[in-house]
Nanobody
Framework: QVQLVESGGGLVQAGGSLRLSCAAS????????MGWFRQAPGKQRELVAV???????SYADSVKGRFTISRDNAKNTVYLQMNSLKPEDTAVYYC????????????WGQGTQVTVSS
């Protein structure tokens, strides 16, 4: 089992920046993939960014060039640096850990609110 705690959300103006943190209760070096999802009111939860244990990174088209996912294995923490924020980025952001051994399973944090004002 992995416990995940997000932090760093808040209210910012359009064009501003935030850095979200996801602190895990155990080593993340062996976790197959960790990512950030978001859910806006009335919309489905969607993938924002993912980083694998091998270091490869993927992003949703809507955030490419603006968001950066990174990992600090020594601190058991994953980050999401969000720059050039837009009002449409407003959502609750969730950290996710995807494990593949001994079986596939997913763990989620409690979420952190990001609100971008125009």
């Amino acid at each position: 089992q992995v416990q995940l705690v997000e932090s760093g959300g808040g209210l910012v103006q359009a064009g501003g920046s935030l850095r979200l943190s996801c602190a895990a209760s155990r080593s993340i070096s062996g976790i197959n993939a960790m990512g950030w999802f978001r859910q806006a009111p009335g919309k489905q939860r969607e993938l924002v960014a993912v980083i694998t244990s091998g270091g490869s990174r993927s992003y949703a088209d809507s955030v490419k060039g603006r968001f950066t996912i990174s990992r600090d294995n020594a601190k058991n923490t994953v980050y999401l640096q969000m720059n050039s924020l837009k009002p449409e980025d407003t959502a609750v952001y969730y950290c996710n850990a995807a494990l593949s051994w001994p079986r596939h399973m997913d763990y989620w944090g409690q979420g952190t609110q990001v609100t971008v004002s125009s």
